[in-house]
């Protein structure tokens, strides 16, 4: 069972390696592209913010706002 699981892992992280993001995978139906679009989307939310303390945050597969207060 041990060789099952890794051999189905590395399968697994071969179809995530092997991917880059497309705008199409806004509406893919793969885990694997809507992870990748999740993805894209916090990277430009945190590089249009500046920091990654004002960058609205994903919680329950929900994006909330960040807290108004200042960390600073």
Request: hydrophobic share 30%; proline share 6%; charged share 20%.
């Amino acid at each position: 069972m041990a060789d099952e699981a890794k051999r189905s892992l590395n399968e697994h992280a071969a179809e995530v390696a092997s991917q880059s993001f497309d705008p199409s995978d806004y509406g893919s139906e793969s885990p694997v592209s809507q992870g990748l679009a999740v993805t894209h989307e916090q990277a430009n939310d945190v590089y249009t913010a500046g920091t990654c303390g004002h960058a609205p945050k994903l919680e329950s597969g929900e994006l909330s706002e960040p807290s108004q207060t200042s960390d600073v």
